[in-house]
């Protein structure tokens, strides 16, 4: 099935993105299989519907040849097919897609192939992230800029703080609307909202990507949920730029974002980092910064190899490389400013195991009830060691 992209469109205003069922066989198929359909779908000059095979609950509403809706209902799953009548096309949606676009009897519903909105003017919604410098004005791409200047309205963190980056491109008559860590789950609504009607929302954070460590993965989240457009802007981002920084292995690194501040979670986590064989980077911020050192040196041992950056892209840069020991020592009087990103060399790989510890975890196997070929299975996958060599030594057990 090759669908068409289009949009539904009422008074000139975006609802959804949709899909156009060309053929008898779309038609018929309708949301078969969908366990989460996404997007509308147009059924032209239909004969029935049905959601027989559909997992969940589907809003159906019935256009005369004017494009005007006749009739809504919301068709239960797994319902048989039903007649259409008095009704020239089919659009059928999510359940609670409907009350979400307002969809009222008696509205015009026009269906616009993607090729055709710049012909009827029609400007169609998106969420666009948008990367910013993290400390250098000079780093913001000409594509974040355009981005900017084209979007109805910027989401920020801090108003105070983005109007300086905004100033600095020129794009300071647009709407801002503030979103952090405290307002992000009641702006998720507002936000898809604006997408539906049409609107460019950019959204932006106080440096970096927005989503890394930052608010706008429940905004993306929520966007996408609701069928809307999300793209972006790539740009600068501290975690890359430490870590390229390091000269620590930057061929495979994992990304952990802040530690949790106390508790079971951040000594799991910690013992997780310890045993991490990649490069590992971390944020972190400057009051808490000689507590993670401390935490990571007794996790992880002193001689682990460390980076530390600051400032990065600003006149104060700093780059600062050793030890753990090293580091700890560096920073037990100090007042670190700015955030900091940390680069942690990863664990030498575990030794493997001998066979007389291997002998032991096969008796405890074979004690417990388990066959001399599934105590090999289990044991071997414990290990990481061949499976063949773990069952010969089993042949050695009395």
Known sequence: MTPTNAWLVTQGRVLASATIAETRKQRRRGFIGELDPQFALVLPKCKWVH??????????????????????????????PLPVRAAETVVEAKAGSFERWGLQLGHTLEVRRASDTHQHGIRTGKLVLVATPIGNLSDITARAVEALREADVICCEDTRHSSKLLQHI????????????????????????????????????????????????????????????????????????????????????????????????????????????????????????????????????????????????????????????????????????????????????????TDDEIIVALRAEIAAGVTRKDAASRVSARFGVSKRHVYELTLSLG
Not at 51 to 65: E, I, K, M, P, Q
Not at 249 to 275: D, Q, W, Y
């Open 51 to 80: 959601t027989f095979g559909c997992r969940s609950a589907l809003d159906v509403a019935y256009l005369n040849d004017h494009s005007q809706v006749v009739k809504m209902q919301r068709l239960a799953p797994m319902r048989l």
């Open 170 to 353: 020129g794009v300071s008559d647009k709407p801002l609307l503030v979103v952090n860590e405290h307002t992000e789950h009641d702006s998720r609504e507002k936000i898809v909202a604006l997408v539906a009607e049409g609107k460019v929302v950019a959204l932006i954070t106080d440096a970096g990507s927005p989503g890394i460590s930052d608010p706008g993965e429940r905004i993306v989240r929520a966007v996408v949920d609701a069928s809307g457009v999300v793209s972006a802007t790539p740009g600068p981002s501290a975690a890359i730029m430490a870590v390229t920084l390091s000269g620590l292995p930057a061929g495979r690194f994992v990304f952990e974002g802040f530690l949790p501040r106390s508790g079971v979670e951040r000594k799991e986590r910690l013992e997780m980092v310890a045993i991490e064989t990649r490069t590992t980077v971390l944020y972190e911020a400057p009051h808490r910064l000689h507590k993670t050192l401390a935490d990571l040196e007794l996790m992880c041992g002193s001689q682990r190899r460390i980076a530390l950056a600051a400032e990065l892209t600003k006149i104060h840069e700093d780059v600062w490389r050793g030890t753990l020991r090293e580091a700890v020592k560096r920073h037990a009087d100090s007042e670190p400013r700015g955030e900091f990103v940390l680069v942690l060399d990863g664990a030498a790989p575990a030794a493997p195991p």
